[in-house]
């Protein structure tokens, strides 16, 4: 299958992670929904009162993702990246380590993101996986309030969803 | 379409890449067979005397893609990556910035090459688009020798496919 793959490779470093999971009450048909079109997306993407604006979504591998937050007190959060892999309604992977068309990006967060959502008995499995380079970065995410503000949004994402 | 793409993306920043381009000899099917078998893939993926180990080449969108290249000094040189696309015959993404499975890296030299062949008279067209973060970085492998390197690794390329 002219594949080599090395031990390493397959040991992922996991310390170097951070994983929120919810069991959301939404079907996954709606969750997709919410999270693939960028009106909806901007509803729930980061904790209000910031506010989004989605400057790009291109919906494919190597398409580009961009978005920019605001927050009440003028602080803003500019965010460019691609996709990576788009599985409808399975799985969803986006990254800040490239921009569109697989571009090289100096991000100010390293990281890829895993989204999967599953059928479980009362709604819908919704983990989110993000990889970092090295533990440094994963310790910085995490102190920056990574399970309080990706869990705040992954419910937000779930009012969207459910209001489709 | 849901797609939203902001005009900065589509203006891309061709000042951070570096081009080579070679009309082969070889037909496509042979390059392609070449490039994507991992013992073909280390008789011309450095320049000789160098050798090249294949640690990891799975050959998919997130595969884990490692080489390590030795002089015949004793220099080494490290380069984990993953591949991003693969089009048989036509097109092959890779980059340096994240490694198996889409997980972040921190590459010694950051890019993605888009690797393309074309049908040309007198053979295949072959073009190496190699996209860096910022300019100093494109200006520091350019003036590392990427032409000679590259071009050189292209006509082994070449050399290789012919003998298929």
């Known amino acids: 299958m002219n594949t080599v793959s090395e031990p390493a490779a397959a040991g992922a470093p996991e310390h170097t992670d951070l994983v929120i999971t919810r069991l959301l009450k939404a079907p996954r048909a709606k969750l997709w929904g919410a999270w693939t079109d960028p009106k909806m997306l901007k509803e729930w993407w980061c904790p209000k009162p910031w506010t989004t604006e989605v400057r790009a979504f291109e919906l494919r591998p190597g398409g580009h993702f961009h978005t920019v937050m605001r927050g009440p007190d003028g602080g803003t959060s500019d965010n460019p990246g691609s996709f990576l892999e788009v599985l409808p309604q399975q799985r969803l992977v986006f990254t800040s380590m490239l921009v569109g068309g697989w571009r090289p ?3 100010w967060m390293p990281f890829t993101a895993i989204v999967t959502m599953a059928d479980e008995a009362g709604g819908t499995r919704y983990v989110a996986t993000v990889m970092h380079p090295d ?12 399970h309080e503000g990706w869990g705040i949004c992954i419910e937000q994402l779930d009012a ?5």
């Not at 533990?135 to 990574?146: E, S, V």
């Not at 969207?160 to 489709?164: D, H, N, R, V």
């Open 160 to 164: 969207c969803a459910a209001a489709l």
């Open 135 to 146: 533990q440094a970065t994963r310790d910085k995410h995490d102190a920056m309030g990574f």
């Open 105 to 107: 990006n100096t991000p």
